[in-house]
């Protein structure tokens, strides 16, 4: 995901690269993988998860079309607010991840579903610093906790998948809990639904979607639930 300030120009100079050396099917498969087998309790009101799992904008897309999500924000965990921006985020070295803060309800979603999406389809959980074409911490797999209970269901998940060998690897998703989470700049935000034929987007996170569609399809929503109509809406 280089693309911090030319994006035009990565777009030209992706599509060059993948119409070279494109391999004939999507470049991230999902798994099917069981529920967890414990949950979180039900709740009333508004909840939270961030999970990282490379790339932002896909993460993000997948969620958004998610029901039960009330709003999907890019942005940065693991670091200071001082070096919560794209560019130094980009050097690997501030602790951060590309991150996703997901506002749920869950009436309708609850946070184990959250999880199997996101292993199951969001990312590759078994990648270690890295994501697809992507390399270095700021992609790693993690989960930041937001409670107790959150870090109970999440390690128990891990436990459960690594003890069935779903992925045929051992998960490298690292569970920790949040101490803050900061917005990415706004041309990140959307970016799946903005730009569908951007080459990175088409290749790397549209196959998500699809999958999302395809997996869970009592959770899937055809339309994106955007940052931008969130804030219209707050």
Not at 29 to 36: E, G, K, M, T
Not at 64 to 88: C, E, I, L, P, W
Not at 96 to 117: C, F, T
Not at 132 to 156: C, L, M, N, W
Request: neutral net charge.
């Amino acid at each position: 995901m280089r693309r911090p300030a030319l994006l035009s120009l990565l777009a030209a100079t992706t599509a060059l690269t993948l119409a070279f050396a494109v391999p004939s099917r999507a470049a991230e498969d999902a798994v099917v993988i069981p529920a967890p087998t414990m949950d979180a309790a039900p709740a009333s009101g508004i909840q939270t998860a961030v999970v990282a799992g490379g790339c932002f904008w896909g993460v993000q897309g997948v969620f958004q079309h998610t029901a039960g999500v009330v709003n999907a924000v890019s942005g940065y965990a693991g670091g200071t607010k001082a070096t919560a921006d794209y560019q130094t985020v980009s050097s690997g070295r501030t602790g951060h991840a590309e991150s996703v803060e997901i506002k749920y309800d869950p009436k309708k979603i609850s946070y184990g579903k959250i999880l199997q999406i996101y292993f199951s389809v969001a990312h590759d959980p078994t990648q270690l610093n890295r994501q697809g074409p992507d390399a270095g911490t700021q992609y790693r797999s993690a989960i930041f906790t937001t409670s107790d209970e959150q870090k109970k269901v999440a390690e128990a998940y891990i436990a459960q998948l690594n003890g069935a060998k779903v992925f045929g690897k051992p998960i490298a998703t690292k569970v920790g809990a949040l101490e803050a989470f900061y917005p990415a700049e706004a041309y990140h935000q959307d970016y799946l639904t903005l730009h569908p034929n951007q080459p990175y987007i088409a290749y790397n996170d549209l196959p998500k979607i699809e999958n999302l569609k395809k997996l869970f399809a009592d959770n899937y929503i055809e339309k994106p639930t955007l940052v931008n109509a969130s804030k219209a809406t707050n």
